[in-house]
Nanobody
Framework: VQMVESGGGQVQAGGSLKLSCTASGKTEDFYCMGWFAQAPGKKREVIAG???????SYVESVKGRFTISRDSAKNTLYLEMNDLKFEDTDVYHCVAIWGPRQECLSAIKALGVTLPVDYGAWGQGTQVTVSS
């Protein structure tokens, strides 16, 4: 499985960006897809997830500002980011998870920690920079 993100950039506070992520491989096995933010050497912050029933979930800090969606026919995941704040600056990675099912945001947080990396894949990330 490969995940490739695009759409990052630099915007002023209050602006918008839309991130895209194209997945290849056995996408039919995914039960959860989502986004996390993590710059090199820093802690992962889970941002949003969408499960195979199209149930969306978000971290509290982005509720009402970010929207996750997907186009299954195109194997593409999106993150629409509105009203961006300086603190949203980070490297955003898309992620896909398969195997034993658990709550989507919990699975993203656990991947590589308590959930073996064999059960997921993530991309190299796209930089989002918000200037105040």
């Amino acid at each position: 499985v490969q995940m490739v993100e695009s759409g990052g950039g630099q915007v002023q506070a209050g602006g918008s960006l839309k991130l895209s992520c194209t997945a290849s491989g056995k996408t039919e096995d995914f039960y959860c897809m989502g986004w996390f933010a993590q710059a090199p050497g820093k802690k992962r912050e889970v941002i949003a997830g969408i499960d195979s029933d199209d149930i969306e979930s978000y971290v509290e800090s982005v509720k009402g500002r970010f929207t996750i969606s997907r186009d299954s026919a195109k194997n593409t995941l999106y993150l629409e980011m509105n009203d961006l704040k300086f603190e949203d600056t980070d490297v955003y990675h898309c992620v896909a998870i398969w195997g034993p099912r658990q709550e989507c945001l919990s699975a993203i947080k656990a991947l590589g920690v308590t959930l073996p990396v064999d059960y997921g894949a993530w991309g190299q990330g796209t930089q989002v920079t918000v200037s105040s």
